[in-house]
Structure formats: C-alpha cells, structure tokens
C-alpha cells in the first residue's frame, strides 16, 4: 500500500486513510463516539449517515409490504433482504464441521478453508487464512473495530450476520420454534445450538483426541489446548491464553492486585517524609 497517498495513519490499528475525516470516522468506531444524536428519542450514532437514515425509519411512510408476514419497509431493497430470510433454507451441509448454506457456491468456498493454501496470515496471532476478508474479520476481534451499526439503536457489531441477528430483536421476529419445549428464535442456527441441550447431540470432534462439542466455538477454544495457540493477552501483566482473559479469574486477580497497588501508593507516606519527620 502506498502510504503517502494515504497519510492519515489510525495509532490503533495501524490502516491508513486518504482524508482526515474518513479517520476521524474510522476511529470512531476504537472509542465509540456518537456525535450525532437524533432530536426525537436522543439515541447517537458514529455517523451522520446512520442517522439520517435512523431518522427516515421514524418519519418515512412505509408501502412495500411482505407478503409472507404483513411487515412493512419504506424501501424495497429492505423488503427484498427480509423475504429472503423467510424463504430461504439452508440446504448445503460441510461434511467435515456439520455448517449449513443456504447456496452451493457458498458452501465450496467454504470447504476450501480445510483444503486451500492460507496465505493471510494475522498480525497479531500469527493465525492463517485462505481469504483476506477472514482475516480482516478476524482482526477485529484483536483490535475492537465494530463497523457495523445498528441504525435504530446505535449498538456496534464486529460482524454482519451479528447485527442482522441483532436487529431482529427489534422487531421480535422470532419464525424458527423449537418442538420440544416451544422456545422460539429469530436465527435457525439459534435453534439447532438450542435443540442440542435437549438432545445432548454433539456434532463437532476434535481429530486429535476425538473428544466431542455440541458448539464449533467449543471445539475451536479445545482445539488450542493441543497447538498451544495463544491468542488472548493480559493488557496489566502481558499473561497469555488460549481463552478469553475478560472475565476469567486471572484478569480478576490482576485487576484487584492493581487496585491494591494504587491505594497503596496513595495511603502509604513516602520515605522522604518519613526522613524529615
């Protein structure tokens, strides 16, 4: 990349920009600024342009109607989106991890993960991938970047199909029902992870020691006891992980032990005065 056709560097993440305030805007989303705030509710949001169109779902008249469930949209790309995720199913099993897709083409690009060469290797991990879009939305879990905004609460996603779940609480569509206990969800992969506490089916196995998951995320986290992969970082004493450090009893202690360290070097009367006195 040529940098000094971009020189506007974020100190966080390292990418460049060609104008200020494409980083000023990027670099919202590392601090979480929302300086535009709607006048009617007073939700904010980290761009100018998810308000305007935040404010348009409040005001704009809504004529393209879905004919499966009778909820409306003031555009029909929306609607389009939505009657998709009513109809489709999702047909296209992997036969090595049990993942469904709705599209063939989707499911080959997938599977090409566990035979392709993996050329993008992540900065901060040393993790590879055979896709640069992976790794990009790998990286996000390193550096915090949420990019993608819900447009009616303002609540900030690493992912796309993480806001698209999200936004269905919004308006409860909760279509995929479960038969055992009749708890509903607004995702089908919700489901199928739900229906698995009733049925203690697990799916995912670990090839090195055969031991089995009822959740691929289970399996990956299992699977980094063997590689010794660490790629969680204590930020207070630099202590790495194979799990998430945020809530673990480890971080708790490093946090009480730097809470104790500054009432210490507040309370405690230094040597100086204690030789004057």
Do not use: W
């Not at 506007?8 to 600024?33: I, N």
């Not at 090195?208 to 691929?216: A, D, N, W």
């Amino acid at each position: 990349m040529n940098t000094t056709e971009k020189p506007c560097k974020c100190h966080q993440c390292e990418k460049v920009f060609s104008q200020p305030f494409a980083l000023r805007q990027h670099e919202r989303m590392h601090t979480g600024e929302r300086p535009y705030e709607c006048h009617l509710c007073k939700k904010a949001f980290g761009r100018s342009s998810h308000l305007r169109e935040h404010e348009r779902t409040r005001t704009v008249e809504k004529p393209h109607k879905c004919h499966l469930c009778a909820k409306a949209f003031s555009q029909p790309s929306a609607l389009r989106k939505h009657e998709i995720i009513q109809t489709v199913e999702k047909s296209y099993k992997c036969h090595l991890c049990g993942k469904t897709f709705s599209q063939l083409s989707t499911l080959r690009q997938h599977e090409k993960m566990y035979t392709e060469e993996r050329p993008h290797k992540c900065n901060f991990c040393r993790k590879t991938f055979c896709q640069s879009s992976t790794l990009r939305r790998h990286e996000r879990m390193h550096t915090g970047e949420k990019p993608f905004e819900c447009l009616l609460c303002g609540k900030a996603f690493n992912i796309s199909s993480a806001i698209r779940q999200h936004e269905r609480t919004h308006i409860g569509e909760r279509t995929h029902e479960c038969h055992l206990c009749g708890k509903a969800f607004s995702e089908s992969s919700v489901l199928k992870k739900h229906e698995r506490m009733h049925t203690g089916e697990k799916p995912y196995e670990c090839h090195l020691c055969r031991k089995s998951f009822s959740q691929s995320s289970a399996l990956r986290r299992h699977e980094q006891i063997h590689t010794a992969e660490k790629p969680y970082k204590c930020h207070l004493c630099g202590k790495t992980s194979s799990i998430s450090l945020l809530h673990s009893e480890d971080m708790r202690k490093c946090t009480l032990e730097r809470d104790l360290m500054n009432v210490l070097c507040v309370k405690k009367p230094s040597a100086d005065l204690l030789i004057l006195a």
